[in-house]
Nanobody, 122 residues
Framework: VQLQASGGGLVQAGSSLRLSCAASGYTFRNYDMAWFRQAPGKEREFVAAITWNSGSKYYADSVKGRVTISRDNAKNTVYLQMNSLKPEDTAVYYC????????????????WGQGTLVTVSS
């Protein structure tokens, strides 16, 4: 499993960003996917998840209404559209492959990759 996250950067509060995660090394369309983030000095936390066929999507309360997760199974890519960004959204964002159980638990994922840094200035 290889996951390559991209699309991060330095933006001002209120801006938007779209993160991408390109997957390889496994059958992407068969697996649910998720985004997590880790701010400096904090634990990695769940952001959003999407089922294999995009039939269901789940969001953390902290981002609900501002973030949309989507995927393109033809391109083996999962996306995270983030709007109305806030300084507290500053973190390294990771995508991961769901292996079963609870979506919010980092232990139920594999293939984290290196992440992409999002910095939101006030």
């Amino acid at each position: 499993v290889q996951l390559q996250a991209s699309g991060g950067g330095l933006v001002q509060a209120g801006s938007s960003l779209r993160l991408s995660c390109a997957a390889s090394g496994y059958t992407f369309r068969n697996y649910d996917m998720a985004w997590f983030r880790q701010a400096p000095g904090k634990e990695r936390e769940f952001v959003a998840a999407i089922t294999w066929n995009s039939g269901s999507k789940y969001y953390a309360d902290s981002v609900k209404g501002r973030v949309t997760i989507s995927r393109d199974n033809a391109k083996n890519t999962v996306y995270l559209q983030m709007n109305s960004l806030k300084p507290e959204d500053t973190a390294v964002y990771y995508c991961a492959v769901f292996t079963g159980g609870c979506y919010y638990d980092t232990h139920n994922y594999t293939g984290w990759g290196q992440g992409t840094l999002v910095t939101v200035s006030s």
